[in-house]
T-cell receptor, first 111, second 115 residues
Framework: RKEVEQDPGPFNVPEGATVAFNCTYS??????FFWYRQDCRKEPKLLMS?????NEDGRFTAQLNRASQYISLLIRDSKLSDSATYLC????????????WGLGTSLAVNP | DTAVSQTPKYLVTQMGNDKSIKCEQN?????MYWYKQDSKKFLKIMFS???????INETVPNRFSPKSPDKAHLNLHINSLELGDSAVYFC??????????????FGPGTRLTVL
């Protein structure tokens, strides 16, 4: 099983739609979770951290399910500018601490 | 005011050459990273330095040698370039140790093409 797994998509949705991505992780000791966004031919940028109780930032909601070892990202009222690749990132706990990056889920919002 | 900068942005070179990529951050962060993103878009950590000390050294060919002259700079030297080295190389920095809750800030990337 991959350490961090995402459906690569692409997800094609119309403007205004609600879309949700899931990401599963294999290390039950992981403590830090993030969603980064990467536009085409650009660098990744932090979209939001994911907290245990779930958190919301405008149209974006992130959830963590420790029992099933997955995190989710919900985007409401999609905009054209939301078109990007969304990267799930999980920390690797223990002595070899580092972040493990998913392959990303590609989203295309269409007019 | 650029936070993490890399030079060059594009690098096209022949197989067998030696090249360097430079990275600088003005965020006052203690930790810097080199990532490789290949054509399949997989972002893989290569190295990480904390206060000039190497703390992550993934399974990378020893043709790749990082150097951190001070905590604001992390350079990557690549010897004997191969076709498979073609990728985008991202530098990043964060306030504290890898795996913490700190945001990683990325440079714009260096697109390396080996012919």
């Amino acid at each position: 099983r991959k350490e961090v797994e995402q459906d690569p998509g692409p997800f094609n949705v119309p403007e205004g739609a609600t879309v949700a991505f899931n990401c599963t992780y294999s290390n039950s000791a992981s403590q830090s979770f993030f969603w980064y966004r990467q536009d085409c031919r650009k660098e990744p940028k932090l979209l939001m951290s994911v907290y245990s109780s779930g958190n919301e930032d405008g149209r974006f909601t992130a959830q963590l399910n420790r029992a099933s070892q997955y995190i989710s990202l919900l985007i409401r009222d999609s905009k054209l500018s939301d078109s990007a690749t969304y990267l799930c990132v999980v920390n690797k706990a223990g002595n070899n601490r580092k972040l493990i990056w998913g392959l990303g889920t590609s989203l295309a919002v269409n007019p | 005011d650029t936070a993490v900068s890399q030079t060059p942005k594009y690098l096209v070179t022949q197989m067998g050459n030696d090249k360097s990529i430079k990275c600088e951050q003005n965020l006052g962060h203690d930790t810097m990273y080199w990532y490789k993103q290949d054509s399949k878009k997989f972002l893989k950590i290569m190295f990480s330095y904390n206060n000039k000390e190497l703390i992550i050294n993934e399974t990378v060919p020893n043709r790749f040698s990082p150097k951190s002259p001070d905590k604001a700079h992390l350079n990557l030297h690549i010897n004997s370039l191969e076709l498979g080295d073609s990728a985008v190389y991202f530098c990043a920095s964060s306030l504290a140790y890898p795996g913490s809750t700190d945001t990683q800030y990325f440079g714009p990337g260096t697109r390396l093409t080996v012919l």
